[in-house]
């Protein structure tokens, strides 16, 4: 990146921040403004009617938001030319800022996720923060919230080795919560509410989260350093993507996201935005002012707050506590989906957060700029509905026209210089303009790539960067029609009230299968072919047109599938395209946790049979005395938590109810049991250690056959 100056932050004057809000967006209006007269008059040389009206709107609201992203390309340009002090890391000596004396969290909240790649994902953390000599100021917490007994059993095993392997008793501590309430906002809730007054700051991770130890120690001397700012959201890089779809995702990220980032902190500034993970937080105030509120009316707006991060720093920023983006600064990691589908899947709950943040914008002493961010959101969303409403709008128009016999052409322009020109050239002189307003900001970022020598080498060179962004404009082309109907389903899913269920992302790159694509893409392929059928009967030229938004639906199947293969995206890196700086020049974090899950993929096949079978964790926590230990000990430290305590007296656990679950457990098998029953005996440890006597007592009559299977085959596995 390049060199900033060395210049002291210091807050805007109110009137100064107002100024810099009135340059950003003017020209945004200004710009929606021109084009928005232009397309008027197209409209009105071909008579004016109701339908032009609904089109006009639709479009003047598409081309502002358009256009305020573009700003965010030009601004954050020139901001990566010239320079600007007004960032958190703007301080010349923040550096040499002392952490004596400070604590910081650094918290991993989980649900059903892989453990080992979680694990490794902090092993690396944890090894690059070793490595920088102030390991002693930080703890690491893995905080599950895992429904599924197997994986239950997998965190605490690979938890109690992960501590053996880095001697890091009393540093890296496990805990899993018994209700599951508020999600992941509730799990970091419950965790503040226990220990959080033991920490000046805490570190929210994702479940594949990695962060470089020097950073995470600049963050700690950056909050110290600005005692009035209460979180600092890091811009994680996409890393470790495999599939053609993920490195193309990668590769954008990593070349747009600088310029993109930097302008948006052009306007934001202090009253920035949290993405929810790779950001630290002050943990005073945010356990203060940051409890999120339960929202008036029934699911999917009401409720609990799915997407809480927004809210949390516009909570944090109407008590006045700072919130930065600090986008100039490197070794923060995340990962990302590898396919279209699971892309989607992670959208459809975002989509009901960001929906959600309607009934919060109206939330007393909320600042502007927090409203503005919740704006963006919701739009990010709705404005896919909109476009499609838009060109639906604009084919019943030509239609409207075609079959009534009206003239195309009733007036001349208003516009002396458009007086001689065709309705076709006016709309191609509109057409262009949205292009170029679109494709702008990605020139920007390879302008910007090419003054920097040291950082386009990372990329693979200028011309391999350039094929790249040539490459992720045809994907993306193709991908945007997908989005749109996939975003205006779940836009229409929500209204009509239904809610989405809480999943496990999806983080693996084995491909999706074609069966698999058609069940989920024959309704876009359907809708693509026969919009492109009715679009030919009303003019073949007007198909041309139409192709771009047609092809991605026609062809969603195999895109799906070819997208998400890991063949193309290693026959893409060998032909130099779609490169990062974390591939051609991989951090040391990184290297570690490939080595390490490579080591992992060795053995993956047994592990995979064993994890596969039916209730394999709660077979393991009762027959392997190793695990029964590690399990049995969690839940004594657990019935020492007096909240705990008086939740385990509610379930009645330890009381002849759950031993008689136990009971039941081994005569029958656990698949005659509920859910909630076999979670109820692996949460009383003394029903589990009684268990673990048990099966390997009894004699076989008394056994469910399922139990004896179990027991022949970890008998042969310890021999």
Not at 29 to 51: C, E, P, Q
Not at 186 to 211: E, H, I, P, Q
Request: aromatic letters at 14%; charged letters at 20%.
């Amino acid at each position: 990146m390049p060199d900033q100056p060395h210049i002291e932050n210091a807050p805007l004057p109110l009137l100064r921040r107002g100024w810099r809000l009135f340059w950003f967006f003017t020209p945004a209006f200004l710009l929606t403004g021109a084009v928005s007269m232009l397309f008027a008059d197209l409209l009105w040389r071909t008579g004016w009617s109701a339908s032009r009206t609904v089109l006009l709107v639709l479009f003047i609201v598409l081309f502002f938001l358009t256009a305020v992203g573009c700003m965010h390309g030009v601004f954050g340009f020139f901001i990566r030319i010239f320079g600007t002090r007004n960032r958190v890391t703007a301080l010349n000596n923040f550096k040499e800022q002392s952490i004596a004396g400070t604590s910081t969290a650094i918290i991993f909240p989980i649900y059903n996720e892989d453990s080992i790649r979680v694990l490794e994902g902090l092993r690396a953390t944890y090894e690059s923060l070793e490595r920088t000599g102030q390991l002693d100021k930080f703890d690491f917490f893995i905080l599950s919230d895992s429904t599924n007994p197997d994986r239950w059993v997998e965190e605490e095993k690979n938890w109690c080795e992960l501590v053996r392997d880095l001697d890091a008793l009393g540093k890296i501590y496990y805990r899993r919560r018994l209700f599951n309430e508020a999600r992941k906002s509730g799990n970091v809730r419950d965790f503040l509410n226990t220990w959080g007054k033991r920490y000046r700051y805490f570190v929210c991770c994702d479940a594949d989260s990695v962060m470089r130890g020097e950073t995470l120690v600049d963050l700690v001397k950056l909050m110290e350093a600005h005692p009035t700012t209460g979180l600092i959201q890091t811009v994680p890089a996409l890393v470790n993507a495999e599939s053609l779809f993920g490195r193309i995702q990668q590769f954008a990220n990593r070349l747009y996201a600088p310029v993109f980032i930097s302008g948006l902190n052009y306007w934001a500034l202090d009253f920035g935005n949290y993405w929810g993970h790779n950001a630290i937080i002050r943990t005073e105030p945010f356990m203060q002012f940051c409890d999120l509120p339960s929202l008036p009316g029934r699911k999917p707006f009401g409720g609990q707050i799915l997407s809480h991060d927004f809210v949390e720093a516009a909570l944090m920023l109407r008590e006045n506590w700072q919130v930065w983006l600090a986008y100039d600064l490197e070794g923060s990691y995340e990962e990302a989906p590898q396919s279209l589908i699971d892309n989607a899947q992670r959208e459809r709950r975002w989509c009901q957060g960001n929906l959600q943040h309607g009934l919060v914008l109206f939330a007393k002493g909320l600042r502007g700029v927090s409203r503005l961010h919740l704006i963006f959101g919701i739009f990010g969303y709705v404005a896919s509905p909109l476009w499609l409403a838009f060109l639906v709008t604009f084919d019943w128009i030509y239609c409207f026209q075609k079959y009534t016999g009206l003239s195309q052409f009733t007036v001349p322009s208003f516009n002396p210089y458009l007086a001689n020109w065709s309705g076709t050239a006016h709309a191609l002189l509109i057409f262009v303009i949205c292009m170029v307003v679109i494709m702008l900001p990605k020139f920007l970022s390879l302008v910007d790539l090419a003054r920097d020598w040291p950082r386009r080498k990372e990329f693979g060179g200028l011309l391999n960067a350039t094929g790249g962004v040539i490459g992720e404009t045809i994907f993306s082309t193709l991908h945007a029609p997908l989005l749109m109907l996939w975003h205006t389903r779940f836009v229409l899913t929500n209204l009509a009230g239904i809610s989405v269920g809480w999943t496990t992302q999806s983080r693996n790159a084995d491909g999706t299968d074609w069966l698999y694509a058609i069940q989920r893409h024959w309704g876009h392929t359907l809708i693509g072919a026969a919009w492109g059928w009715f679009t030919w009967q009303l003019d073949p030229g007007l198909f041309w047109w139409f192709t771009p938004v047609l092809a991605g639906m026609v062809f969603s199947v195999p895109m799906s599938v070819l997208t998400s293969r890991r063949s193309l995206g290693a026959r893409a890196r060998q032909a130099g395209l779609f490169l990062t700086p974390e591939e051609t020049r991989p951090p040391m974090e990184l290297v570690a946790l490939r080595s390490r899950m490579a080591i992992h993929d060795l053995t993956e096949a047994e592990y995979e049979i064993n994890r596969c079978r039916p209730h394999a964790g709660l077979a393991r926590a009762v027959l392997d005395p190793y695990v029964n230990a590690i399990h049995v000990t969690l839940l004594r430290e657990k019935n020492l938590n007096p909240v705990y305590a008086e939740h385990f007296t509610r379930l009645g656990a330890g009381t002849d109810a759950v031993r008689d679950l136990g009971e039941k457990l081994l005569a029958v098998g656990p698949e005659k049991l509920k859910a909630s029953e076999r979670m109820a005996v692996m949460a009383d440890q003394r029903v589990m250690v009684w268990l673990h006597q048990q099966a390997w007592v009894r004699p076989e009559e008394k056994l469910a056959p399922w139990w004896k299977a179990m027991i022949r085959e970890f008998s042969q596995r310890e021999n």
